[in-house]
């Protein structure tokens, strides 16, 4: 009798554990599946792509630091498929993400924009927190520039790099107290063949 208790639990303790590690492989997969869609290894080249799935594929891949400073808002709309390198414009994003995170003090809000205006598209990331001076917006975009205690001050510095490249402009609005919002304009045909001068974006309005 006592045998046949002890296999009877066994076999449920045998069903929980194959439960548990189908649900572990599951989120592994996930796992590898975010971070691939969000380097885009096996697409270097410039190709067209989603830029609202790229902005997904980030954030999954970023969430662990972002949860438990903000609430992710999202105000993403339709969007054409933009000639781009998507991995290199997932950095730009990222590194926009966990800015506006790392901005919050307490617990805040961090939303997530997208649209387009004529032959261009746009995507948006806003936070609630502490804002910048006058002074630190004419210098966010300087190589080693940074306002925090822990960090190179290349991330901004390389995203505008990486916007540049795409014939885009990053844009920002900010000021003491009332957040900051980034936002990348990129023209939906890509950069202006032979390197020319790109064209402005619309009016942020």
């Not at 799935?53 to 630091?65: F, P």
């Not at 805040?108 to 001076?133: E, H, I, K, P, R």
């Not at 001050?153 to 916007?163: A, D, E, M, P, W």
């Not at 885009?168 to 023209?187: D, E, K, T």
Request: net charge negative.
């Amino acid at each position: 009798m006592l045998k046949a208790v002890e296999l009877d639990d066994l076999k449920e303790d045998l069903s929980q554990l194959l439960d548990e590690s189908a649900d572990g492989l599951a989120r592994v997969k996930k796992i590898v599946q975010d971070l691939k869609d969000f380097s885009r290894v096996d697409q270097s080249d410039w190709q067209l792509a989603d830029l609202n799935a790229g902005l997904e594929s980030t954030l999954d891949v970023v969430l662990h630091e972002v949860k438990d400073k903000a609430d992710i808002v999202r105000r993403l709309q339709p969007l054409p498929l933009v000639m781009c390198l998507a991995g290199q414009l997932n950095q730009v994003f990222m590194n926009l993400i966990v800015n506006a995170s790392q901005a919050i003090n307490g617990r805040g809000t961090v939303t997530l924009a997208s649209g387009t205006v004529d032959d261009w598209a746009w995507v948006q990331v806003d936070d609630t927190g502490s804002g910048m001076s006058e002074e630190v917006l004419r210098r966010i975009f300087e190589p080693f520039y940074t306002t925090k205690q822990v960090g190179t001050g290349l991330g901004l510095s390389l995203s505008f790099s990486i916007v540049q490249r795409h014939g885009g402009v990053i844009q920002v609005r900010s000021r003491p107290g009332a957040g900051s919002q980034f936002r990348v304009w990129v023209p939906v045909a890509g950069p202006a063949p032979g390197g020319g001068a790109p064209a402005q974006p619309p009016t942020w309005d």
